[in-house]
């Protein structure tokens, strides 16, 4: 990945050249590798949101526990790639495969994925990659059979959970807003 200053313009992508590929027992060398990059969140391995039998765990623990979500067959997310090389992240997945992402969930309902993250290099933050990882992940759902699709994004304006994605973003291919989950996160859904 190129390097870039604060002050230099973001890397324009060609995004007809990227690719969005499923996170499948077939696939996961290319996720593990995105993670692995500098300064990519191997801090979490995208465990945040997902059930874990523990409160703490540390790195290890959580990649492990990530690699046999997938060696499962439970969907995870899609992945980027440009080049051959893993450029981006977004977790997709059956809401029922995290934890509880909101106060008013209700657990009954089906047909129901969550968008809780995005992981853009920072090289390449403002090039149109996290809205070309919304559209693949909005059809990727709608493709394994979503009803509806949720996420919680935050303004962009907000000090946290910017990785979550931010309201304009969603707003603009037509999530609407149902509540918020806590202060910062709006709760928003898409129906087909």
Aim: net charge positive; glycine share 10%; proline share 6%.
């Amino acid at each position: 990945m190129p390097k870039r200053s604060n002050a230099s313009p973001p890397e324009r992508l060609d995004l007809a050249g990227i690719r969005f590929i499923e996170v499948t027992p077939e696939t996961r060398g290319c996720f593990e590798d995105l993670f692995e990059q500098p300064s990519a969140p191997k801090y979490c391995w995208c465990m945040a949101w997902r059930y874990s039998g523990r409160e703490h765990i540390d790195s290890d623990e959580k990649k492990r526990l990530m690699m046999a979500r997938i060696d499962a067959g439970t969907p995870v997310g899609i992945v980027a790639e440009l080049a051959g090389k893993p450029v981006g992240w977004c977790s997709v997945a059956p809401r029922e495969t995290y934890r509880r992402l909101s106060k008013q969930q209700d657990d009954g309902e089906a047909g129901l994925w969550s968008i809780v993250c995005f992981y853009v290099p920072r090289s390449l933050r403002g090039g149109g990659l996290a809205s070309a990882l919304l559209d693949a992940a909005i059809d990727h759902a709608f493709a394994k059979g979503a009803h509806i699709i949720e996420a919680y994004p935050v303004d962009e304006a907000s000090p946290s959970y910017r990785f979550m994605g931010f309201r304009d973003m969603f707003a603009g291919r037509g999530f609407y807003e149902t509540g918020m989950a806590g202060s910062r996160r709006h709760v928003m859904r898409l129906e087909r």
